[in-house]
C-alpha cells in the first residue's frame, strides 16, 4: 500500500511541477510580446529544448556538461532576442532599408553571440567544450526550422 501511495504522490508532484512549468512559459512569452511570433516561438523551443536537455544532461553526466549546452543554446536567444526588433523596424517600403536592416541585426547578433562565447570561455572554468558546440548546433537548427515554417506564410500580390 505504501508503494501505491509514493507513486500517487511523485505523480502528483510530477503533475504540479508541469503545470508550473506550463505556466511559467506562458508566463516567458508574455514577456516576449515584442517579439514577432515567429521568433517567440523560436525563443521559447529553444529555452525548453535547452532546460530539459541540461537536466538530462546534468543527470547522466555532470552538472557542468548540462550547464555548458545552455552556454551553447543562450548566447544564440539572446543574439535573437536583441537583433530582432531592429530587423523588423518599420520600412519605407524600400527594399534598401529592409536589406540594410537586416545586416544591421545580423552583425549586433553576430557580435553579441561571439562576445558572450568568449565570456563563458574566459570565466567559466569547468566549461565543456563539446556540450557548448552541440548547444549552439541545436539552437541553430531550431532557428533555421523557425525561418523555414516562414515559407508556409502566404503572400497575396496585389498590384
Do not use: C
Not at 15 to 28: P, R
Not at 123 to 147: N, R, W
Request: no cysteine.
Amino acid at each position: 500500500m505504501t508503494v501505491l501511495a509514493n507513486t500517487y504522490k511523485i505523480s502528483n508532484f510530477v503533475y504540479v511541477q508541469t503545470i508550473t512549468s506550463m505556466n511559467e512559459l506562458q508566463a516567458i512569452t508574455q514577456k516576449l510580446n515584442f517579439l514577432p511570433i515567429t521568433y517567440k516561438k523560436m525563443v521559447v523551443r529553444q529555452l525548453t529544448f535547452g532546460i530539459l536537455a541540461a537536466i538530462v544532461l546534468g543527470f547522466i553526466f555532470t552538472i557542468h556538461t548540462g550547464l555548458s549546452l545552455l552556454a551553447g543554446i543562450m548566447p544564440v536567444v539572446l543574439g535573437v532576442i536583441v537583433a530582432s526588433p531592429i530587423a523588423t523596424k518599420k520600412n519605407k517600403d524600400n527594399a534598401g532599408s529592409i536589406v540594410i536592416n537586416a545586416l544591421k541585426a545580423e552583425a549586433v547578433k553576430i557580435f553579441l553571440v561571439l562576445g558572450l562565447l568568449w565570456l563563458e570561455f574566459k570565466f567559466y572554468t569547468e566549461l565543456v567544450p563539446i556540450a557548448l558546440v552541440v548547444g549552439l548546433i541545436v539552437a541553430a537548427l531550431i532557428s533555421g526550422m523557425a525561418i523555414s515554417d516562414m515559407d508556409k506564410i502566404k503572400i497575396d500580390n496585389k498590384e
